[in-house]
């Protein structure tokens, strides 16, 4: 099988997690922490992340204890995510958790400043699935997106994480008109010579920062790929695995080993085949990346409640909340409280 088609999880199960609609939940995205090393335009306020004590976050025992419950809950897929993961003093631990509680598929999503110093160390710890944001091959855009990012750094930190053997890379393309809709092909050359596969996304208005680059920057999918095909050819359909998410997947016949894949949140609603949940670095599960809906485990976690306890409340309220599909809106109010950094993407 080639590398970029291989799936990375356990023997399918039936999982315990259940919405109304039919769909079973078996991914958790994990934030461990609300910080990051960029503030990227489309992400984070440009001032960044506003500050929240220690106390507030969840603590290592308490993230053990959460991917405990939702392993025995039929979870098999995690994804370790932030702000910035990396920077968590005790991702290692948190990855050996999930280990440890049988989870056969643990992935990371990192902006990869630090992965020339943590490529190696993921690796041995057993995470097999990595995804790197690189919005541009531009040093002046991507310092520009990043809000002082340098594109050096990352891609040494892609060629050593490579190196590395990490089994699964993906590069995170956020499509943005302006800024990196005149030099998709060159993305795609690049992750065509890493073999690595390569995803664009486009951007959802999610806090003031998502709004305002969605208002001034969107591209759809379906126009980002034919700018690709009229430099680089035709796009084929690619295999696409059970696990893959909610992206399209193509590939060029002359390159089966990297795929291109389209994430289209706003232009083709993917809500039909949803498996997923997030939790947050406070503790917070939210049901739906653009809705509200969600609760606090935190008041569970430190009060008296057990493991089953609190497995039949998450059980509960997956069931009677996870809305049928997303649906994304521009309100102030919320703008002011939820950004991407804090939802983990």
Same mark, same amino acid.
């Given at each position: 099988?080639d590398m970029?088609?291989?799936?990375?999880?356990?023997?399918a199960?039936?999982?315990a997690?259940a919405?109304?609609f039919?769909?079973?939940?078996?991914y958790l995205?994990i934030?461990?922490t609300e910080h990051c090393n960029?503030r990227?335009?489309?992400?984070?306020p440009a001032?960044g992340?506003?500050?929240?004590?220690?106390?507030d976050?969840?603590q290592v025992?308490?993230?053990?204890?959460l991917?405990?419950?939702f392993a025995d809950?039929g979870?098999r897929?995690?994804?370790?995510?932030?702000g910035e993961p990396?920077?968590?003093?005790?991702?290692p631990?948190?990855?050996?958790?999930?280990?440890?509680?049988g989870?056969?598929k643990?992935?990371?999503?990192?902006n990869?400043?630090?992965?020339?110093?943590?490529a190696?160390?993921?690796?041995?710890?057993?995470v097999n699935?990595?995804?790197i944001?690189?919005?541009?091959l531009?040093?002046e855009?991507?310092?520009?997106?990043?809000?002082?990012g340098n594109?050096q750094?990352?891609l040494?930190?892609?060629?050593?994480a490579?190196s590395?053997?990490i089994?699964?890379?993906?590069?995170?393309?956020?499509l943005m008109?302006?800024?990196?809709?005149?030099?998709?092909?060159?993305l795609?050359?690049?992750?065509?010579?890493?073999?690595?596969?390569?995803r664009f996304?486009?951007?959802?208005?999610?806090?003031?920062a998502?709004s305002?680059?969605?208002?001034?920057?969107f591209l759809?999918a379906s126009?980002?790929k034919?700018?690709?095909?009229?430099?680089?050819?035709?796009?084929?359909?690619?295999?696409?695995?059970?696990d893959?998410?909610?992206?399209?997947?193509?590939?060029?016949?002359?390159?089966p =080993?990297s795929q291109?894949?389209?994430i289209?949140?706003?232009?083709?609603?993917?809500?039909?085949t949803?498996?997923?949940v =997030?939790l947050t670095?406070?503790?917070?599960?939210?049901?739906?990346?653009?809705?509200e809906?969600?609760?606090?485990l935190?008041p569970?976690l430190?009060?008296?409640s057990r493991n089953?306890?609190?497995?039949?409340e998450i =059980?509960?309220?997956?069931?009677?909340?996870?809305?049928?599909?997303?649906?994304f809106?521009t309100?102030?109010?919320?703008s002011?409280?939820?950004?991407?950094m804090?939802l983990?993407?």
């Amino acid at each position: 099988m080639d590398m970029a088609q291989e799936v990375f999880a356990v023997p399918a199960r039936e999982s315990a997690l259940a919405d109304r609609f039919g769909r079973q939940i078996t991914y958790l995205r994990i934030s461990v922490t609300e910080h990051c090393n960029f503030r990227c335009s489309y992400c984070s306020p440009a001032e960044g992340t506003p500050f929240f004590a220690r106390k507030d976050h969840l603590q290592v025992d308490e993230y053990d204890r959460l991917i405990g419950v939702f392993a025995d809950l039929g979870v098999r897929h995690m994804r370790f995510t932030g702000g910035e993961p990396l920077i968590h003093p005790y991702l290692p631990d948190l990855i050996a958790a999930a280990h440890q509680h049988g989870i056969g598929k643990i992935s990371i999503s990192t902006n990869g400043l630090l992965l020339a110093r943590k490529a190696e160390q993921l690796q041995q710890s057993g995470v097999n699935n990595l995804n790197i944001s690189l919005d541009s091959l531009e040093p002046e855009v991507f310092a520009r997106v990043t809000r002082g990012g340098n594109l050096q750094e990352v891609l040494h930190g892609i060629s050593v994480a490579i190196s590395a053997g990490i089994p699964r890379i993906k590069l995170n393309v956020v499509l943005m008109r302006t800024e990196n809709g005149h030099n998709l092909a060159d993305l795609v050359r690049y992750a065509l010579a890493q073999h690595v596969d390569i995803r664009f996304i486009e951007t959802m208005p999610l806090g003031q920062a998502g709004s305002e680059a969605q208002n001034a920057e969107f591209l759809s999918a379906s126009e980002a790929k034919m700018l690709i095909e009229k430099e680089l050819g035709t796009l084929y359909p690619a295999f696409r695995p059970t696990d893959n998410g909610p992206a399209r997947l193509f590939q060029f016949a002359e390159h089966p =080993r990297s795929q291109i894949g389209f994430i289209t949140p706003i232009s083709e609603n993917f809500c039909a085949t949803c498996n997923r949940v =997030r939790l947050t670095a406070s503790g917070r599960l939210v049901f739906c990346l653009g809705q509200e809906n969600g609760m606090d485990l935190l008041p569970l976690l430190r009060g008296s409640s057990r493991n089953e306890e609190i497995a039949d409340e998450i =059980r509960d309220r997956i069931w009677q909340d996870k809305p049928e599909r997303h649906e994304f809106v521009t309100d102030p109010e919320r703008s002011s409280r939820i950004f991407m950094m804090r939802l983990g993407g």
